[in-house]
């Protein structure tokens, strides 16, 4: 079935320690997009790419970092800098044609040990 | 993107219609009106989109006011499982394509 496949579902991370979200999406979709979610919260983006080797800052970016090397991949770094990485963090993709209606999938929930 | 008012909350009864407000004074003639939901613990999905015209599509309808300065989400016959965080939001086609996600409205259906 075509969809966002999001691993892991949950994620520990100690003092100090980068960790890696994995976003993978067989939609053919050219846009990619990460959001973090907080409780009680609406979504935040925190990076998004057009298309395969390029990316921009959403509005939290900073102790996050990206990449896209491929068309079907956006993985997501939370590095030692992000102070408070605890929350759930929700990959999208979508077409880059308006009306760009954004498919998620199912949200990796990170927590600091 | 423009920026949309929603309600932080509504109740409705299973069964019956459901219809959630949002407003968008600021709305430019070429954003796009969408509206997504979250179940708990969920990912969003995609609910239905619109423009100018009203839309209906098999999960709900969107009603866009003439001078398209507010919209109002349909839910037909609301169910148990409709109970989500419901987002409006604009979408301007020239510009880059994020999204901005408010709060949405909470939803709750009682039995």
């Known amino acids: 079935d075509g969809g966002i496949t999001q691993s892991p579902k949950y994620l520990f991370r100690k003092e100090g320690q980068n960790v890696t979200l994995s976003c993978e999406q067989n939609l053919n979709h050219d846009a990619m997009y990460w959001y973090r979610q907080d409780p009680g919260q609406g979504l935040r983006l925190i990076y998004y790419?057009?298309?395969?080797?390029?990316?921009q800052k959403g509005d939290i970016a900073e102790g996050y970092s990206v990449s896209r090397e491929k068309k079907e991949s956006f993985p997501l770094t939370v590095t030692s800098a992000q102070k408070n990485p605890t929350a759930f963090y929700l990959c999208?993709?979508?077409?880059?044609?308006?009306?760009?209606?954004?498919?998620f999938g199912a949200g990796t929930r990170l927590s600091v040990l | 993107d423009a920026k949309t008012t929603q309600p932080n909350s509504m109740e409705s009864n299973e069964e019956e219609p459901v219809h959630l407000p949002c407003n968008h004074s600021?709305?430019?003639?070429?954003?796009?009106i969408h509206w997504y939901r979250q179940l708990p613990s969920q990912g969003p999905e995609y609910v239905i989109h619109?423009?100018?015209s009203n839309v209906n599509n098999r999960m709900a309808s969107l009603a866009i006011a003439e001078d398209r300065k507010s919209s109002t989400l349909i839910l037909h016959r609301a169910t148990l499982r409709d109970a989500a965080v419901y987002y409006c939001?604009?979408?301007?086609?020239?510009?880059?394509?994020?999204?901005?996600f408010g709060k949405g409205i909470t939803l709750s259906v009682r039995p």
């Open positions: 790419s057009q298309i395969v080797n390029d990316f």
């Open positions: 999208a993709s979508s077409p880059r044609v308006p009306p760009n209606i954004q498919y």
């Open positions: 939001i604009l979408r301007d086609p020239g510009a880059n394509s994020k999204l901005t």
């Open positions: 600021t709305i430019s003639g070429t954003d796009y």
């Open positions: 619109g423009l100018t």
